[in-house]
């Protein structure tokens, strides 16, 4: 893994607001002799820090974040499936109630690692949220904004709705070529087929496929195969339903790899980067660049809601290799500092897992040195942006 977990720059040496074991009030010295052992155990670690630890920087400047929605239920099925004709109240591929509450939580685990820099009120100049354009992602991001921006006493519209309204932008799907990365590009579908034929064939996979065909009864030859089905088994079960016993023999250890894999694919190798991720690349520089030029500089957080693939091709295009499984609500942070005094602008990289992570882990950019700083980082994303998209696809 190309990433180190290293959390103690980030934690101030006061925590802020401790709660520790309540002092009897029997006698002087008991009290004291209490005290005194709760203090110690406070030293020792054991106090029970009563919130997340809000964030310190003083240079921070600049974040994106890019996460993947929350959980959603079966988007396919497939030829044996015992639930084909299940009904799932609402519908195939939707965003579930955990699924809304991931995104919230996630909201407000940034509002307070962010604490110190996302202002506590929302104001429109401030900060500008994409999603995909399907339902379960502009529900994630709606949610998300639930609990990043709660409103104030003054944003209150309704005496029993402590909810307000914050706009998330999208694109149609066949139009979108940043944030879905759905909008159709003819040289990057046929290197991508190409890449998937070649994968495909590797006959580390042969036995899989011929045991995934035999008793899923169909065809089953492609990771791309393996991914939908594994999806649909994963959702399945957290839905509590019982998968066939054939499926325990490859779900989910032997399926894993051809999954993350197909995810991968998309985004495998630099070429196919431009194509798939450079949009979303050049919007990001463009954001960081303003930034350093102290354009536009009341803007200080863009967030963007998308799919599993999504996150995969961002975390791939940003120079790492290993497969990747973003779990629900996944999420990788780009944060832009600067130093003034030495006038210099530096790239850090975040990655919570899922919605649950309190600390999110950095990333070493496997590019850059560290700190990594901003002319080194856009000079690498540079080479993954088209000059113009539509040419170079030869749409
Ligand atoms: C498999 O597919 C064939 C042809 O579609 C069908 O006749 C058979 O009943 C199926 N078997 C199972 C176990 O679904
Ligand atoms: C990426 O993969 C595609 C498909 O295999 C191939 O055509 C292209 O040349 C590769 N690009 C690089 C930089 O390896
Ligand atoms: C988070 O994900 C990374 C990358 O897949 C993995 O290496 C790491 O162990 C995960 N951490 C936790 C706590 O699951």
């Not at 002087?28 to 997340?52: H, K, N, P, R």
């Not at 929605?69 to 639930?83: E, I, L, M, Q, W």
């Not at 399926?255 to 985004?267: G, H």
């Amino acid at each position: 893994m190309e990433y180190e977990n290293d959390d103690t720059w980030r934690r101030s040496s006061s925590p802020k607001e401790v709660s520790c074991h309540p002092i009897p009030k029997k006698s002087t010295t008991t009290a004291v002799i209490v005290l005194g052992l709760a203090v110690l155990s406070c030293l020792l670690g054991y106090c029970v820090l009563s919130e997340t630890l809000p964030y310190e920087s003083k240079t921070l400047r600049l974040v994106i974040i890019f996460f993947r929605h929350g959980a959603r239920t079966p988007v396919t099925t497939y030829k044996s499936d015992p639930f084909k004709n299940y009904q799932w109240p609402d519908g195939l591929g939707s965003l579930t109630n955990a699924g809304k509450l991931q995104l919230y939580e996630l909201g407000k685990k940034y509002r307070n690692y962010y604490a110190n820099f996302i202002p506590e009120e929302y104001y429109e100049k401030e900060v500008y949220i994409k999603s995909s354009d399907k339902s379960r992602c502009m529900m994630s991001a709606y949610t998300f904004l639930a609990g990043l921006f709660p409103p104030s006493e003054r944003q209150m519209w309704h005496p029993e709705l402590a909810w307000q309204p914050i706009p998330v932008h999208s694109l149609p799907r066949h139009l979108d070529n940043v944030v879905a990365a759905t909008k159709p590009c003819k040289v990057w579908k046929a290197m991508y087929n190409e890449l998937l034929d070649e994968k495909n064939a590797d006959p580390k996979f042969t036995e899989i496929f011929d045991y995934l065909s035999k008793y899923t009864n169909q065809t089953m030859r492609s990771v791309l195969d393996v991914d939908f089905l594994y999806s649909t088994l994963q959702t399945q079960q957290e839905a509590g339903l019982k998968l066939p016993e054939w499926t325990k023999n490859v779900f989910p250890h032997k399926m894993k790899v051809p999954f993350m894999l197909s995810l991968a694919l998309l985004s495998y190798n630099s070429t196919l980067q431009k194509f798939h991720t450079g949009p979303l690349l050049g919007e990001i520089k463009q954001y960081l660049q303003e930034s350093v030029n102290h354009i536009n500089i009341d803007r200080s957080l863009y967030i963007y809601s998308g799919h599993d693939v999504n996150v995969v091709s961002l975390w791939r295009a940003l120079g790492f290799e290993e497969l990747l499984e973003p779990e629900y609500g996944a999420s990788l942070a780009i944060e832009l500092h600067e130093e003034v005094e030495q006038d210099n602008f530096f790239i850090r990289l975040f990655y919570r897992n899922n919605t649950k992570v309190e600390e999110p882990m950095e990333l070493k950019l496997p590019f850059c040195n560290d700190p990594c700083t901003y002319e080194k980082f856009a000079e690498y994303i540079d080479l993954l942006v088209p000059h113009d998209w539509e040419i170079e696809c030869h749409n």
